[in-house]
Structure formats: structure tokens, C-alpha cells
């Protein structure tokens, strides 16, 4: 019964899979199409990026393909992103106004990920850890971005 049982759920694990990459390849796909409607781009550009990226070019050769204006729209778009980004994880981690500040200066200034943990409570860290492996970040086992101890992983 126990096998049974381990069996069904390992399928119905590899059977919903597929579905949740085509969700998050639905969402890439959407918001893609958002920030080329931000941004204004023509068909053209749109052609040239897509062939970039099915290459795998770098940002600075994909942001190549922008007029300034919209590289400035576009660093502005992702400045927001950021900041909705930073008040939802002050709201999640329960940090206090003294902490967001720490963290956002930290940023500013390029430090790194030790002295942002530095900043944070344990209980802080291991909301932090469950967050970024429920979030399925694919980084390391399972452990979180900001697993504490595990070195960096490289972004693709």
C-alpha cells in the first residue's frame, strides 16, 4: 500500500511538472510582451532581441538593441520592480523600518549577501530560506537563495 501510495504521488509529481513550466513560460511570455509595450519597441527590435536571446546574448548586447530613452525607461521599470520587491520582502520578514534601511544601503553601497544577513534575526534567515525554496529558485538543494553557508550559484 505504502509503495502504492509513493508511486501515485511521484507520478502525479512528474505529470504536473510540465504544467507548472508552461505556467512560468506563460508568465515569461506576459511580461515579456509588457515591457516591449513599455518600451515601445518595433517589430524590428522585438525580431533582433528574440534572436539574441535564442543565442544567448548577454543584457549589454540585448540592451544594445535599445535607443537611450528606452534604456532609460527601462532602468526605470526595473527601479520599480525592485522597490515592490523590497516592500513586499519588509512586509514578509517583518522588518523593522531600521532594517529595510540597513538592507537598502546595503544594495546601494554593493555590498553582498553576508552583510545583508548580518541584518537580519535567525527567525529573518530561515523565513528568507523557506521563501526562496518554495519559490523553486534552483539554487543549490532545495536551500534558498540566501541558504546560509552555501556559496553563490551561477545565473544562467
Known amino acids: 500500500m505504502r509503495k502504492s501510495l509513493m508511486a501515485i504521488a511521484g507520478l502525479s509529481v512528474i505529470m504536473t511538472a510540465p504544467l507548472a513550466l508552461a505556467d512560468r513560460a506563460e508568465h515569461r511570455a506576459k511580461h515579456r510582451e509588457h515591457v516591449q509595450d513599455q518600451l515601445n519597441l518595433s517589430e524590428e527590435q522585438v525580431e533582433e532581441m528574440r534572436a539574441l536571446r535564442e543565442s544567448g546574448a548577454s ?15 527601462m532602468d526605470e521599470l526595473h527601479g520599480e520592480r ?4 523590497a516592500e513586499r520582502m519588509q512586509e514578509y520578514l517583518e522588518l523593522s523600518d ?3 534601511e540597513q538592507l537598502r544601503e546595503i544594495r546601494q553601497n554593493g555590498g553582498g549577501r553576508d552583510e545583508m544577513q548580518a541584518v537580519l534575526s535567525d527567525e529573518q534567515l530561515e523565513k528568507m530560506d523557506e521563501l526562496h525554496a518554495r ?3 534552483g539554487r543549490g538543494e532545495g536551500k534558498g537563495r540566501y541558504y546560509r553557508g552555501a556559496a553563490p550559484a551561477a545565473e544562467s
Open 82 to 85: 525592485r522597490q515592490r520587491g
Open 98 to 100: 531600521e532594517q529595510a
Open 135 to 137: 519559490r523553486g529558485k
Open 59 to 73: 543584457r549589454e548586447e540585448l540592451r544594445a538593441v535599445l535607443t537611450q530613452e528606452q534604456q532609460a525607461k
